[in-house]
């Protein structure tokens, strides 16, 4: 893990085609007088083999076009397409389907099943599926996530960071299409967190896969190559090569005042690896 | 409190859904059973008070009849002349009342009722006090006339200007339907063909100046008591027994009580195994909701409230689900109460379901089991909510429950299984009957609750197994539903222990039934040497024209009657014995094949002779050559001397013991008048096997009330009446398995409930609904087979011990019904499938973003 992601510059595996994309894409709560948008006609293209951060204050709705894109939940307008599938109007047997073989996941915190342990959690995805996970690809992420003397344990022996790591190799262990990663540090100390941040950053560069990640936290967003900023249902901004202080200020500037939890940020500049 | 104690109990509604269910069907059976029987004896109290005489005369039965021996006790008619002279009497009426005579119609077929009650053959002397009217046709006059009830002449299509055959004990004889009688009160249930007097005198007691009874009206001013007082005085004599009118209708009610008191220890055996297995239900219930709340436990704790106040608050929660548990039941047991009345009704005992009786005892009863039950069961839990730190509310533990250790229950569990395994041994080693029993019983309770206690303990090696093929069949599915079934093994546990407590009586009672069956069938193979026998599947004797009948036929050789009767003998030890024994003609050996230690048949046939088991004699004191003082009905005593002392393995049951026998030369000398309960055939030299039997189904054409069987088929006969005990058996397993099905979906909703997130996360990653559906399923089935293995091997102990205490009695053959018990194991996988189909499809239903967001 040569680079800090605040130096980070595209690699070869950018810009080779658009991961998933959106148009037109309306949620909507209620009805009548009472309905709120949680996402107003958004456009969007999540481009393969890079790493996109979605910030935005709380109710931005940063969350639900994380989970429309993914499949989790349904439009109330506009087309989601992940690849060359459209996905909006599939049925749940369908969506189910293209989650487990096409989608990675990675939530803020109950990521693992707590009867099984990590291998059995890493390639659960697979089993379901039937299929028999790729050994070499396997061996390779479970390498590079650190697993490999943790196989066995169950996520109650293990620490929030490693359990992250565990849902980090699971996301990764079926090669899949997209990862979305939802406030993948939110519940981790920053040292804990930095690493997982260090793994996708090495999951997009290494491996050549596509994260999408929601946070609220502008220095887990400055490991991204791309942050698109939500406000009120819309993508107001976005910012390439973010660094952690331009976002911070960008998220000031929409809100005005003090836009969020300033005291969870990481430093600013993190630590080199050697 | 209170208050957040009814806001949580109103929240849970839903989950104590099927708790409530379990105590709605322990209260139902219990009250049902209570106003059913309350309900019928207070019918049958007034039917039977309203229909006695002021007084009632009859011969006094010296010793009660266990199995029927036919004989008809009469007195003279005239006695009605003398006791009409007794001052304070009004009138004095003979009365001829014979049960168990036969009617039979056009095609043979008998009039009388199929449920075993009897046929009642009585002589027409209407009076007030008539349970019934004639509403149709005539009196009778004469042989060759009859009347009969309107309920069996509907039932069988029975219309005035039929002709009938009346089998009785003196023949049969052709009558005609003169006229039809309809009940004014109740109908018990039996059929009633009356007759002129003389023709019931002649034909049914052969005896033209007897009676069976004389009716007493009291004068004016003179009480029941009074006027037994004084026509006891008058007669002077022990061989009479006087009845004022309520004595009467006890005494008719207890000798119907004998089959309401099944029922009724029928309906409360429902209701225990309601109440046993209802308990598990509701401590797992209570036990899962607080391990969900620990965290809102541990904020009240936190907030101030002090261990009584949340012990208090748990408890009442459980009060106020027995309080409406207790109060649905009791109307479910009315409801109960009312089907069971209306099927009586259909086996043509017709009360009335407007005079139904609801006793103050019913609902207190009610309400003492439904609070009782869920009191207790949900005392335990209780004790751990109060038990929840306040550092409970600020903790993220998941749930309490699932760490804390099972030392205690395996300390207790095995204490208490090795006493239930001593007592078990000690059943088996057993040498008496009596003392092998209660050692039984006690094993049986002790192992049973070892079970309960320790299954917890169990569920991880047993569940091990059970699911270690599912991980290599059904893959990651396979191996959360293994792995979700040993999550909390108390849970899981208590949870398979309902099913397991219904499983275990139906294995011990069906390796029991096996093994008697087998028993038998050696026992009539070894000892039955006839071709054939003649009698009633209910062992109820049959007129002497059968008989006579029998003999007649062509291809019969030799004919040997048996008849059973009542003694008491007074044996050298001082014990005075009640029981039935039987009586043979001679040539015994012929058509049985016994085993004597001592004398053989001919000695104990012999003229003031008789046998019995060498056991018994040696027990008491008596030996070959002794002579022992008889007692026969009617206060006649003789002096019997030992002939032979028999070897066989079966001496007791149904009511005798000692295996007493002698010649029905003996038995005729010293009380005729019995009737032959069976009647062994051999055929002559020269006829066939088929061709007597077809011979003798020709001759017993025209006598519905016996048949003719080989040994095959004197086998099924046994076989059947063992069967009946054991379809009650599966009508309580059907129960047990009813609540435990209840028990094990209340579980896995709860669960359901309690993993909403696991279950969210799952689907996000790619789980398919049918999948997450499997998964429950596999779940819930690994749980019923736990409790099946458990059950039924705690059952094939339970048999297996059961077989010993047999075998003290003679029924030496062990036999495990390997069917079943497959039968049962494939049934209980079938009862966690259906278990599953809801919280399954609940499950499955979930949205995924809500049980992600799920805290």
């Given amino acids: 893990m040569s680079t800090a992601a605040a130096q980070y510059v595209p690699g070869p595996a950018s810009a080779d085609g658009v991961a998933a994309r959106a148009r037109g894409l309306t949620k909507a709560y209620g009805s009548g007088e009472t309905t709120v948008l949680a996402l107003d006609a958004v456009d969007v293209d999540i481009a393969r083999g890079r790493f996109t951060a979605v910030m935005g204050p709380s109710g931005s709705g940063k969350s639900t076009l994380m989970h429309c894109l993914a499949g989790l939940d349904n439009v109330s307008a506009g087309q989601v397409w992940l690849g060359d599938t459209e996905i909006t109007g599939l049925k749940d047997r369908e969506l189910t389907r293209l989650r487990r073989d096409r989608i990675g996941f990675m939530f803020q915190s109950f990521n693992l099943i707590p009867t099984l342990n990590a291998a059995e959690n890493i390639t659960l995805p697979m089993d379901i599926a039937g299929k028999k996970p790729d050994e070499k690809w396997l061996d390779q992420v479970i390498d590079t996530l650190g697993l490999r003397d943790r196989l066995a344990h169950r996520p109650s022996q293990l620490s929030g960071g490693q359990q992250q790591r565990v849902a980090c190799a699971r996301a990764l262990a079926s090669r899949p299409e997209l990862i979305f990663a939802d406030e993948p540090t939110g519940n981790l100390d920053s040292r804990a967190g930095l690493e997982v941040l260090g793994f996708l950053r090495d999951a997009v560069d290494q491996l050549g896969q596509t994260v999408v990640m929601v946070t609220h936290d502008p220095g887990a967003a400055a490991h991204s190559d791309l942050v698109l900023f939500l406000g009120d249902g819309r993508i107001v901004d976005e910012m390439e090569r973010p660094t952690a202080e331009a976002v911070l200020e960008r998220m000031r500037l929409f809100a005005g005042t003090n836009p969020m939890a300033s005291d969870q940020a990481p430093p600013p500049e993190p630590p080199e690896k050697g | 409190m209170l208050k957040a104690t009814l806001r949580s109990f ?48 009859t011969p006094k039965e010296t010793l009660d009849e266990t199995i029927p021996s036919g004989q008809t006790l009469t007195l003279p008619a005239s006695l009605a002349d003398r006791l009409a002279k007794v001052d304070g009497v009004a009138a004095a009426r003979p009365d001829v009342d014979v049960e168990g005579i036969t009617v039979a ?32 046709g005539h009196a009778p006059k004469g042989d060759g006339q009859v009347m009969i009830d309107a309920d069996t002449a509907d039932d069988k299509d029975v219309r005035i200007g039929d002709r009938l055959t009346v089998i009785g004990q003196e023949g049969s004889f052709p ?101 046993l297995v209802g308990v598990f239900l509701i401590v797992n219930t209570f036990s899962m909701l607080i391990a969900q709340r620990t965290r809102e436990l541990g904020l009240l704790r936190a907030l101030g409230a002090d261990r009584r106040q949340v012990r208090r608050s748990v408890l009442t929660e459980a009060l106020l689900l027995g309080l409406v548990g207790s109060t649905a039941g009791l109307a479910a047991g009315i409801g109960l109460a009312v089907g069971l009345i209306e099927l009586m ?35 335990l839990p209780a004790r751990r909510a109060a038990g929840v730190s306040p550092m409970a509310a600020l903790a993220d533990a998941e749930i309490a429950d699932i760490g804390r250790p099972l030392r205690l229950r395996a300390i207790v569990g095995s204490v208490v299984g090795a006493a239930g395994a001593a007592a078990l041994v000690g059943c088996a080693t057993a040498s008496k009957t009596s003392s092998a029993a209660s050692l039984l019983g006690l094993g049986v309770l002790l192992t049973l609750i070892a079970t309960v206690i320790a299954g917890p303990l169990l569920v991880r090696p047993v569940i091990r197994v059970l699911g270690g093929a599912f991980p290599a069949v059904f893959g990651s599915i396979g191996r959360m539903s293994q792995r979700n079934a040993l999550r909390n093994p108390r849970r899981t546990g208590a949870t398979a222990a309902a099913l397991m407590v219904g499983l275990a009586l139906v294995g011990g009672m069906s390796v029991a039934s096996a093994s008697m069956t087998k028993s038998f069938d050696q026992q009539i193979d070894k000892t039955l040497g006839a071709d054939f026998v003649v009698q009633n599947a209910n062992f109820v004797p049959f007129p002497r024209e059968i008989t006579e009948r029998i003999r007649d036929t062509e291809g019969v050789g030799l004919v040997v009657r048996l008849q059973f009767t009542t003694i008491a003998v007074r044996l050298p030890d001082g014990d005075r014995v009640k029981t039935t024994a039987a009586a043979y003609e001679p040539k015994l050996d012929e058509v049985a094949n016994i085993t004597y230690a001592q004398g053989d048949s001919a000695a104990a046939l012999a003229a003031g002779h008789l046998a019995m088991d060498k056991d018994f004699a040696e027990d008491h004191g008596v030996r070959l050559g002794s002579t022992v003082p008889v007692e026969f009905q009617g206060d006649r005593r003789a002096e019997l001397t030992v002939g032979a002392l028999t070897d066989q393995e079966s001496a007791d049951g149904f009511g005798s013991q000692g295996g007493i026998y002698f010649g029905l030369a003996t038995l005729e000398k010293y009380a005729p008048g019995g ?16 061709d007597l039997r077809a011979g003798l189904e020709k001759t017993l054409d025209p006598y519905p009330q016996v048949q003719v069987r080989d040994i095959a088929d004197y086998k099924d006969l046994v076989h059947d009446q063992i069967a009946v005990l054991l379809y009650l058996v599966y009508a309580l397993l059907g129960l047990a ?78 036999a495990i019904p390997w069917g079943t018990i497959v039968a049962v194991m494939i049934g209980s996988a079938v009862v966690g499938v259906v278990a599953a189909l809801l919280p399954a499809l609940r499950a499955s239903r979930m949205n995924v973003l809500a049980a992600i967001a799920h805290e």
């Avoid at chain 2, 043509?348 to 089991?369: C, H, K, L, S």
């Avoid at chain 2, 009737?675 to 088929?690: E, I, K, L, M």
């Avoid at chain 2, 997450?772 to 690994?782: A, F, Q, T, W």
């Fill in chain 2, 105 to 136: 119609d056009k095609d043979r077929e008998s009039v009388g009722p199929t449920t075993g009650a009897p046929t009642i053959g009585t002589a027409w002397n209407p009076t007030e006090r008539s349970p019934v009217e004639l509403t149709s």
């Fill in chain 2, 737 to 814: 398995i009813i609540i435990a099905v209840l028990g094990v979906v209340n579980t896995l909703a709860l669960s359901v409930v309690e993993r909403t997130r696991e279950i969210g996360l799952l689907r996000a990653i790619g789980l398919a609904r049918r999948q997450l559906r499997r998964m429950i399923r596999l779940e819930s089935v690994v749980i019923a087979v736990f409790g099946a293995v458990l059950g039924l091997a705690l059952g094939l102990v339970w048999g297996v011990c059961t077989q010993q205490v047999l075998a003290l009695q003679g029924m030496n053959a062990l």
């Fill in chain 2, 175 to 275: 009558v005609e339907v003169v006229g039809i009688v309809t009940f004014t009160t109740t109908n018990p249930g039996a059929a009633l063909v009356f007759f002129d007097t003389p023709t019931a005198q002649t034909k049914l007691i052969g005896d033209p100046k007897g009676a069976t009874s004389i009716s007493l009206d009291a004068a004016e001013g003179v009480s029941d008591a009074d006027l037994k007082r004084r026509v006891a005085a008058a007669l002077d004599s022990g061989a009479y027994e006087l009845r004022t009118a309520d004595e009467q209708a006890e005494s008719d009610v207890e000798q119907l009580g004998g089959f309401l008191d099944i029922i009724k220890y029928v309906m409360l055996g429902f209701a225990g195994v309601a109440v």
């Fill in chain 2, 10 to 57: 109103l929240a849970h509604k839903g989950r104590l859904l099927l708790s409530a269910l379990a105590v709605i069907l322990s209260v139902a059976f219990v009250a049902g059973s209570l106003i059913f029987s309350d309900t019928v004896s207070r019918t049958f109290d007034r039917l039977f008070a309203s229909t006695a005489a002021d007084v009632t005369v």
């Fill in chain 2, 345 to 379: 009704g259909l086996m043509g005992m017709n009360i009335r379901t407007t005079e139904m009786v609801i006793g103050w005892g019913t609902p207190v009863t009610a309400y003492v089991v439904g609070l009782g039950v869920t009191f207790v069961a949900a005392y």
């Fill in chain 2, 675 to 690: 009737q032959d309960a069976a009647v062994y055939v051999n055929a002559a030299s020269g006829t066939g096997a088929d």
